[in-house]
Structures are given as structure tokens and as C-alpha cells.
């Protein structure tokens, strides 16, 4: 099957750029509602779908060639489609595309009348759970935030955002697992926002950035400076791993920069970032850039992310 590319420009623009008032987010599957149940990745025979839960029923879905993201290069976006509930399925009839999904089952006919069918699953990050190696400093494991300042823990055992850890580090591998909200109606930077801060300096964006283009403001980029080289980003309500390999900028006797900050990200087990020089400082920074260490940061910017499993290792 070739299908046509099927690009809603509007619609990508918007779902990429666009931030408003969220409803409110849900932060357990049994509590997302019956569009929970819909959104999320679609796997059959050399092909592949991500539907976006979009609010009152609507969704949007991004149609793969050959897999995901992320599971084979040559994995292709090949169709972008609207779709809406209509009872106990989803419909829809956009750009000569024409279908439902029902039963957990993405069923289609393409405008050049191939057939394909597609079936619900959930990916795991083949890093989640990783245990620490020698050596390491167990920074969080869900009984105490002991090792962060103000740090908050529900009564999940998940630490809360919106702080740092007490200590400082210089050079770093950083593994840390964390989870977005499900927020159908929200947009953009409005949509599980959060942040993993080097040194607090510079941010590896923590988004609800699932089936969108992948930019360097959406999950995974390295904020405003990098985008990832594939949207590895998984559904909200999913757990997800980042493993961060950091080098500290150098600095000269008399304060001054001699060598950029260097970064590598694996996100989901899938390099993102590799040795990504960070010119500067990211935009809500803790500290200006400097030779001194700094701690591990993790943003809160009003939306209910979690945090799990976060161990470091100094080099």
C-alpha cells in the first residue's frame, strides 16, 4: 500500500503552536473518560496510525507507512485525517479517506481504495525500570524526595514537579522516567508541560508532544535550540524514560566560555539528541550560565506531570 501524504496544514499548525485554557487534566486512565480508551497507537502489516484525542469526541489521526516512529528509519507520515465519535465508533470520511475505529481496530480505504486495518497497542520504554549501576546515586525511588528541595511525593509514590534536587553536579548520566497527563483540549505548550533542567541551565523539553512534528519546543527538543531527530514522544497517561548523557560547559581561569555544554538524550530507549552543543542558557533557566555546578531542575509549569525511577551517575 502507497497511500497519498494527506496534510491538514491548518489542523498541524494548530495542534502544534497553539495554547489555551486546559480542561482539566486527568492523571489516571480509569479516570480520562471513554476518548482515553481511543487515543493512542495502532500497529498491522506495514502500516501504522497515532490517534490524538482532541476533546468532545474529535480526534485527529497521523497514518504511518512501514511502523511508528521509531521502529524502523523507514518509517514514513503518510496521511493526516479528522475524525469523530459517532456512538460507539469513530468515523471518518477527510481528504478521500474513509473509515472507523471500533473495538480498539483502525479500519480504512485509502483514495486510491487500498485497504488497511490496524489494531490498538501499547509501546513500553525498553529502558523503563532500569536499575542504577554501581556506583550511581539513587535520586528518587518513591519512598522520600529527601534528595530535593520542597519535594513533594502523592501517594503514588510519584514525585510531584516544580523542583530540584539539593545537590549540584558538573558532569552527568541521568536516567529519570516521567509521565504527562492526558489533556484532550489543550494545545501546545498548555498540554503536560514540564521540564528536565541540566545544571539548571538547560531543558529537555517535558510535552505532551504525541504524533506532532517533533520540534525543539515539543518533548524531547533541547528548548528553542534542538529538535529531536524523531518524535519519540508516547501517549499521555504512558510512563516514559529519559537517559540524558551530559557535559558541562568549560570555562577559562578568568570566567570565560571556552566549550559549549554537550548533550546526548535517549528518549524511550531511541537516541534523540546526539552530542548537541547547548550555546546558551533555555528560557526560564534557574541559574545563568557560569562554571560553577548545579542541580537536576524539573519544571513546573501548571500542568500535572510525574516523575519515577531517578538515579544519577558523576563522572
Same mark, same amino acid.
Given at each position: 500500500?502507497?497511500? =497519498?501524504?494527506?496534510?491538514?496544514?491548518?489542523?498541524?499548525?494548530?495542534?502544534?503552536?497553539?495554547?489555551?485554557?486546559?480542561?482539566?487534566?486527568?492523571?489516571?486512565?480509569?479516570?480520562?473518560?471513554? /476518548?482515553?480508551?481511543? +487515543?493512542?497507537?495502532?500497529?498491522?502489516?506495514?502500516?501504522?496510525? #497515532?490517534?490524538?484525542? &482532541?476533546?468532545?469526541?474529535?480526534? @485527529?489521526?497521523?497514518?504511518?507507512?512501514?511502523?511508528?516512529?521509531?521502529?524502523? !528509519?523507514?518509517?514514513? $507520515?503518510?496521511?493526516?485525517?479528522?475524525? #469523530?465519535?459517532?456512538?460507539?465508533?469513530?468515523?471518518?470520511?477527510?481528504?478521500?479517506?474513509?473509515?472507523?475505529?471500533?473495538?480498539?481496530?483502525?479500519?480504512?480505504?485509502?483514495?486510491?481504495?487500498?485497504?488497511?486495518?490496524?489494531? @490498538?497497542?501499547? =509501546?513500553?520504554?525498553?529502558?523503563?525500570?532500569? $536499575?542504577?549501576?554501581?556506583?550511581?546515586?539513587? *535520586?528518587?525511588?518513591?519512598?522520600?524526595?529527601?534528595?530535593?528541595?520542597?519535594?513533594?511525593? /502523592? !501517594?503514588?509514590?510519584? &514525585?510531584?514537579?516544580?523542583?530540584?534536587?539539593?545537590?549540584?553536579?558538573?558532569?552527568?548520566?541521568?536516567?529519570?522516567?516521567?509521565?504527562?497527563?492526558?489533556?484532550?483540549?489543550?494545545?501546545? +505548550?498548555? =498540554?503536560?508541560?514540564?521540564?528536565?533542567?541540566?545544571?539548571?541551565?538547560?531543558?529537555? +523539553?517535558?510535552?505532551?508532544?504525541?504524533?506532532?512534528?517533533?520540534?525543539?519546543?515539543?518533548?524531547?527538543?533541547?528548548?528553542?535550540?534542538?529538535?529531536?531527530?524523531?518524535?519519540?514522544?508516547?501517549?499521555? *497517561?504512558?510512563?516514559?524514560?529519559?537517559?540524558?548523557?551530559?557535559?558541562?560547559?568549560?570555562?577559562? !581561569?578568568?570566567?570565560?566560555?571556552?566549550?559549549?555544554?554537550?548533550?546526548?538524550?535517549?528518549?524511550?530507549?531511541?537516541?534523540? +539528541?546526539?552530542?548537541?552543543?547547548?550555546?546558551?542558557?533555555?528560557?526560564?533557566?534557574?541559574?545563568?550560565?557560569?562554571?560553577?555546578?548545579?542541580?537536576?531542575?524539573?519544571?513546573?509549569?501548571?500542568?500535572?506531570?510525574?516523575?519515577?525511577?531517578?538515579?544519577?551517575?558523576?563522572?
Amino acid at each position: 500500500m502507497t497511500p =497519498r501524504l494527506l496534510a491538514s496544514a491548518a489542523l498541524i499548525c494548530t495542534l502544534a503552536t497553539s495554547a489555551f485554557a486546559a480542561d482539566d487534566a486527568s492523571i489516571e486512565p480509569e479516570n480520562a473518560g471513554p /476518548d482515553f480508551a481511543v +487515543q493512542g497507537e495502532y500497529v498491522g502489516d506495514n502500516a501504522a496510525a #497515532q490517534v490524538i484525542a &482532541l476533546g468532545d469526541g474529535k480526534f @485527529h489521526i497521523v497514518g504511518w507507512a512501514h511502523g511508528l516512529p521509531g521502529t524502523t !528509519d523507514e518509517a514514513e $507520515k503518510v496521511a493526516e485525517l479528522d475524525a #469523530q465519535r459517532e456512538g460507539d465508533r469513530i468515523v471518518f470520511a477527510t481528504n478521500g479517506w474513509k473509515g472507523s475505529i471500533e473495538n480498539g481496530v483502525l479500519s480504512g480505504v485509502s483514495p486510491d481504495g487500498d485497504k488497511a486495518s490496524v489494531k @490498538h497497542t501499547l =509501546r513500553e520504554s525498553p529502558a523503563a525500570g532500569a $536499575k542504577p549501576p554501581a556506583g550511581a546515586t539513587v *535520586l528518587f525511588d518513591g519512598t522520600n524526595a529527601d534528595a530535593w528541595e520542597g519535594g513533594k511525593v /502523592d !501517594d503514588r509514590g510519584f &514525585l510531584k514537579c516544580g523542583t530540584k534536587t539539593k545537590k549540584a553536579f558538573n558532569d552527568f548520566t541521568l536516567h529519570i522516567e516521567f509521565r504527562t497527563p492526558f489533556m484532550p483540549k489543550a494545545r501546545g +505548550q498548555g =498540554r503536560g508541560n514540564s521540564g528536565v533542567y541540566s545544571q539548571d541551565r538547560y531543558e529537555t +523539553q517535558v510535552l505532551d508532544s504525541f504524533g506532532l512534528k517533533g520540534e525543539n519546543n515539543e518533548c524531547g527538543g533541547i528548548y528553542t535550540i534542538s529538535k529531536p531527530r524523531v518524535n519519540m514522544c508516547f501517549p499521555p *497517561l504512558s510512563w516514559q524514560t529519559y537517559d540524558i548523557d551530559y557535559v558541562a560547559a568549560k570555562y577559562s !581561569d578568568d570566567g570565560l566560555k571556552t566549550k559549549n555544554a554537550i548533550i546526548t538524550v535517549k528518549q524511550n530507549g531511541v537516541l534523540i +539528541q546526539d552530542h548537541v552543543e547547548i550555546p546558551h542558557a533555555t528560557g526560564s533557566a534557574g541559574l545563568t550560565e557560569g562554571p560553577t555546578p548545579g542541580p537536576i531542575a524539573l519544571q513546573n509549569h501548571g500542568t500535572p506531570v510525574f516523575y519515577r525511577n531517578i538515579w544519577i551517575v558523576e563522572k
